[in-house]
């Protein structure tokens, strides 16, 4: 028998992480967006949930359970229906933090590993998107050359999540012989960070631009050393936690939505009973439906091992697309008050249309 049914675990999760969505993310969310800043008491209390240290092994001082992409997506879309932001900004060193556990050396899992199972935040982060209008994540623009014993990385990354504060970066390149990812330093010679990146959407959440001009990075800081690394696994794993969020904010809208429109009279009669807005409702739930199951189905397939490329694409750029036209819909089903920020569906308008372009035209 099939069950799409959550394990009790990923219920315990679910529900965990629903309450502190709820009394935590959603009440700074407006507060956070209009100072474009996140506070550091909230990533105090984040960090304390061990939303990144609890998939690290033992022996790197994390809490020891395996990895779990389906739980991770749950929890995200959790996170996400608080706000959105808020969850990018909890989780980011998550970025990091898996890519090395899931693919690096042992080397590599020793040196960083241990620095995300501490007691205070840690950032590090993926710099992946490039400042181009046909940006390709598989054909990134940033160059990785060999030369002698060392790799020097040139090009240029742009909204690389907590970058402001991040002590790594994970950078993925292209070479002659294919795609690869490298560690670089916050203080490696030839790199530089720019100020914080000021966005449409997720104001809150600092991102940044690097400029790499000739950094020089030794072999062993390639990610997954001689080995190398399944930078195509990596991305999977990125486009599911993306589609996972925009499945979470795509429930908020709906949800304050809903209310709405039951509340609000025109003409004699609330407008939840108007055709046009009721039809428009269970449309928006219905897609948010497919948006989840299409997310599960991609991290299932990354929780069995396998080669979750096309469906990774399918969940990312799918959730793109309704994301963005839900958060529309919401802002229509409110009319003029859509566009003020007595409410948060606009915040919310402008946090789907940035998250729907985060990784450019995302080819398979």
Request: charged share 25%; with cysteine.
């Amino acid at each position: 028998m099939i069950s799409f049914a959550p394990t009790e675990e990923q219920v315990a999760a679910r529900n965990s992480l629903r309450g502190f969505a709820s009394d935590v993310l959603f009440p700074k969310a407006r507060e956070c967006d209009e100072a474009a800043a996140v506070p550091d008491d909230f990533l105090a209390q984040a960090w304390e949930l061990g939303l990144t240290a609890t998939q690290i092994p033992e022996a790197y001082g994390g809490f020891g359970a395996a990895r779990a992409p389906t739980t991770n997506a749950i929890v995200l879309e959790e996170l996400a229906y608080g706000d959105a932001t808020l969850a990018l900004a909890a989780t980011a060193p998550a970025l990091f933090a898996y890519a090395v556990l899931d693919q690096g050396s042992e080397e590599q899992k020793q040196t960083y590993l241990p620095l995300f199972c501490g007691d205070t935040y840690h950032a590090a982060s993926l710099a992946l998107a490039e400042p181009s209008p046909c940006f390709d994540a598989l054909y990134p623009a940033t160059r990785a050359l060999r030369k002698g014993r060392e790799f020097v990385l040139s090009g240029t990354k742009c909204f690389v999540p907590m970058g402001d504060r991040a002590s790594h970066f994970l950078v993925v390149t292209r070479g002659d012989d294919g795609l690869d990812a490298f560690i670089v330093g916050r203080d490696a010679p030839g790199l530089k960070i720019s100020e914080p990146e000021k966005n449409l959407g997720l104001r809150a959440l600092p991102t940044v631009t690097l400029q790499l001009e000739d950094v020089a990075v030794a072999a062993a800081d390639r990610l997954g050393g001689a080995q190398r690394a399944d930078v195509r696994r990596l991305l999977n794993h990125t486009r599911v936690a993306v589609a996972a969020v925009m499945t979470g904010l795509s429930r908020a809208v709906l949800d304050y939505c809903i209310p709405y429109a039951k509340e609000r009279v025109a003409f004699d009669e609330p407008i939840a009973r108007k055709q046009s807005i009721a039809f428009r409702l269970a449309d928006m739930h219905i897609e948010i439906e497919c948006s989840r199951w299409l997310v599960w189905k991609a991290a299932s397939q990354l929780d069995r091992g396998l080669d979750a490329t096309r469906s990774a694409h399918f969940a990312r750029s799918y959730t793109a697309e309704k994301s963005m036209w839900i958060a529309d819909n919401g802002v229509q089903v409110l009319g003029g008050h859509g566009y003020i920020r007595e409410h948060p569906v606009e915040m919310w308008f402008r946090n789907a249309r940035t998250l729907g372009v985060l990784e450019g035209i995302a080819c398979v």
